[in-house]
């Protein structure tokens, strides 16, 4: 089964792990690693790592981080030679209730691309849908 981590800013990697963990009333689908701006890098770094590492069961590790190019994700990138993982950055919670879905059926690769997708699918405009249903 292919693991899961979300890694983001302050203490949202946990927020979405609680509110994908409550919609799929899963408690061991997803892991989190908060990196807060108090923590020294290095220590930032090897949490990130400590965490990827222990959600491999040897399926690889789907992380995702909140914004590319933020610190959260720039570790996880700087992880990406050593640890067999892969990277969606943008994280939303269709998403993650999605992989929770998808991890026991499908590899790592194939995971990340039809999340990647699935992420941009799932972004609306609310007055859209009001629109078509006053139309």
Do not use: W
Request: glycine share 8%; net charge negative; charged share 20%.
């Amino acid at each position: 089964m292919v693991g899961i981590v979300i890694c983001a800013h302050g203490n949202l990697a946990h927020e979405f792990m609680n509110a994908a963990n409550f919609i799929t009333g899963q408690t061991d689908a997803l892991n989190a690693v908060a990196v807060d701006h108090n923590v020294e890098p290095g220590e930032a770094r090897n949490l990130v790592k400590e965490a990827i590492r222990a959600a491999d069961d040897g399926n690889g590790v789907l992380v995702f981080t909140d914004m590319y190019g933020g610190t959260p994700s720039n570790i996880c990138i700087s992880l990406q030679g050593d640890l067999r993982m892969e990277i969606v950055a943008g994280v939303n919670l269709p998403q993650l209730v999605k992989a929770v879905s998808l991890r026991k059926t499908h590899d790592m690769e194939t995971m990340a691309k039809k999340l990647r997708d699935y992420g941009k699918e799932n972004i609306y405009l609310a007055s859209d849908f009001l629109r078509a249903k006053d139309a």
